[in-house]
């Protein structure tokens, strides 16, 4: 966890200071090499995740209620951003999209390790496949697709936008249906790894995208709390969680792991969307650094008790 809290801490450092060094180029590489990892690298990680998991159906129903508390959250930052805070649509876009997208893998999986024992990542397996993937596949894509300002116009363009553009939901699809022989155990490996390695990767192009945005003034970390920002906090890490344990409890007896899960910050994969889309990238780095700062002490304080 230490080692998880300084990386998000230098990386985010890093690319601030690489764009105030390089105004222009530090941003624009690492939009460059978001745009690589959406299609060169998370599709294979995606196929050979999903082909190897072992879906209990012991956990099919906690899936289901969390996709259900998902995409109720998502209508409501809809419904925040649109009617009251009456946003541009590339702004609602990014609000939804950092509501839908969660940091459960390369965060989650070792939160989950550090607070709940590596016999619980299995369950953390479930709830990535179940319920994270297809928020980020099906959801994000399909709302950046619908509110971004590089999707086309019409709906005939902005529906090529997101099938043309989203690889890694073919590769999911691929991984449901191909036989665990074709993942193998080094292969699933070395991509999880390849997940840990985006970690830095994420995070610069996070601090990247704050330097451009800050102007004349210089930015201070954590960003400004603006209002979009704020109702992303308020949905992702504070209801969420809430409302799926709200659900889940009179119902069945819901893994520790799906709570905690839940309450994961924004997944720099939102970044990849916005970029993909044109959703609004201040927007996002803001949210991801929020929710972030605010899980992350958390987890980490948790983790040494």
């Not at 998000?8 to 990892?37: D, F, K, N, Y």
């Not at 080094?186 to 800050?214: Q, T």
């Not at 939102?270 to 780095?285: C, E, Q, R, S, W």
């Amino acid at each position: 966890m230490i080692a998880i809290a300084l990386t998000i801490v230098a990386a985010t450092w890093a690319g601030l200071a690489a764009e105030r060094h390089a105004p222009g180029r530090a941003g624009h590489g690492s939009r460059r090499a978001l745009t690589v990892v959406l299609y060169a690298v998370l599709p294979p990680i995606v196929f050979l995740n999903i082909a190897a998991a072992e879906l209990d159906a012991d956990f099919a129903f906690g899936v289901l209620i969390a996709l259900g508390v998902v995409a109720s959250c998502a209508l409501l930052a809809w419904f925040v951003a649109d009617r009251v805070l009456g946003l541009r649509p590339e702004q609602t876009g990014a609000v939804i999209c950092c509501v839908l997208v969660a940091n459960t893998g390369y965060l989650g999986y070792p939160l989950v390790a550090a607070l709940l024992g590596f016999d619980r990542i299995s369950e953390a397996v479930v709830y990535d496949m179940g319920v994270s993937a297809p928020a980020l596949f099906i959801g994000a894509f399909s709302v950046g697709a619908a509110f971004g300002t590089r999707a086309g116009e019409g709906v005939r363009e902005r529906t090529r936008a997101f099938f043309a553009r989203n690889i890694p939901l073919y590769a999911g699809v691929l991984g449901l249906v191909a036989p665990a022989a074709l993942a193998p155990d080094w292969a699933v490996d070395a991509s999880r790894i390849a997940v840990f390695g985006l970690l830095p990767l994420g995070f610069f192009a996070v601090g990247a995208a704050l330097a451009e945005d800050e102007g004349e003034h210089r930015l201070r970390l954590p960003p400004p709390l603006s209002r979009p920002v704020a109702t992303v906090l308020a949905i992702k890490v504070a209801l969420m969680p809430l409302l799926l344990l709200a659900l889940a409890a009179p119902l069945i007896d819901l893994p520790d792991s799906f709570l905690l899960l839940a309450a994961m910050p924004s997944g720099l994969n939102a970044m990849i969307v916005v970029h993909a889309y044109g959703l609004d990238l201040k927007i996002t780095a803001g949210a991801l650094v929020w929710t972030t700062a605010l899980v992350v002490p958390v987890a980490l304080a948790a983790s040494l008790l």
